[in-house]
């Protein structure tokens, strides 16, 4: 089977709808598709309205931007319940300051000699409530400022560089809590990118565990293959579930739906016991 645990429309930082991603995951082979916007549900109902007619099982979920120990993570949360008003309040909060930062990224910006950022951003985001640093990354590349969306973030995106605002995010604790009161499980997204010492790493997955997160991020799109090992291995050290997830946001734009390797036979699959 094909699961693909993780992706984005354009109800959060996608270029596709969330139909047309539902559309070219059934196209690629998906078996199985959960679509994780970015600290939002809103794009769940048309994607399961648009996988209703497709040889296509949906999962609910989420990617819920964490703030911790000064890092930001990201936290899946995976067949939750999108009816349920304690993950919604919860995102409603980690939502509310993304325009005014994206303000204060756009002044940054102007200081650095790019005008305009924050109105070229906007174009870029059908939900203007979850406009994110990959709109700006959109947008910069269009108007020549770097060639791709990924040296945008490597010149002007990340810490350190002149369009980084640092953000509070929630914390993991009840970003964890909404996800198990949504009857969710928790899956801590793409370990390897966050810079942690593997003694900072260890800390941060006995937090993860002891709040009640149920698998880590074996292979995904921002991992290279010889971090698949590496990450299963600290899965299966922590008594955590292994997930497969490409994180797939525009044709062209980081790894396609489907198309990552499978998870190493011996580990535990997040979907073990999911009916699918
Ligand atoms: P935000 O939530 O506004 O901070 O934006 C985070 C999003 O930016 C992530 O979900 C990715 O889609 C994207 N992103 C973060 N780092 C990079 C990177 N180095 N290269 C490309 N995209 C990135
Ligand atoms: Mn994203
Ligand atoms: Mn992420
Ligand atoms: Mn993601």
């Not at 590349?141 to 640092?166: M, N, Q, S, T």
């Amino acid at each position: 089977m094909n699961i693909d645990l993780h992706c984005h429309s354009s109800a959060s930082d996608g270029a596709l709808s969330p139909a047309a991603l539902v559309r070219r995951a059934a196209e690629r082979g998906v078996d199985v598709l959960a679509l994780t916007d970015h600290d939002q549900l809103e794009g769940l109902a048309e994607a399961r309205a648009a996988a209703r007619t497709l040889p296509l099982e949906l999962i609910d979920g989420v990617e819920i931007s964490v703030t911790w120990r000064g890092l930001t993570l990201h936290v899946l949360g995976l067949r939750i319940d999108p009816g349920n008003t304690a993950l919604a309040a919860g995102l409603r909060a980690v939502r509310a300051g993304r325009l005014e930062r994206a303000r204060t990224m756009a002044q940054a910006l102007a200081e650095a000699g790019i005008h305009g950022a924050l109105e070229g951003a906007l174009r870029h985001a059908d939900n203007p409530a979850l406009v994110s640093r990959t709109h700006f990354a959109r947008h910069l590349v269009e108007v020549g400022v770097a060639a791709d969306v990924r040296e945008v973030f490597r010149k002007y995106l990340v810490p350190g560089k002149p369009g980084y605002v640092p953000h509070r995010w929630a914390a993991l604790g009840d970003a964890l809590g909404w996800i198990r009161a949504a009857g969710g499980q928790a899956v801590l997204a793409h370990p390897g990118r966050y810079a942690l010492s593997t003694g900072a790493m260890e800390g941060l997955l006995v937090e993860f565990c002891a709040g009640g997160g149920a698998g880590l991020e074996v292979v995904c799109g921002s991992h290279a293959p010889d971090q698949y090992a590496l990450y299963g291995a600290l899965a299966t050290k922590h008594g955590l579930a292994a997930s497969r997830g490409s994180d797939f946001h525009a044709p062209g734009e980081g790894a396609e739906l489907g198309t990552l390797p499978q998870l190493d036979a011996r580990l535990r699959p997040v979907w073990r016991d999911w009916e699918i």
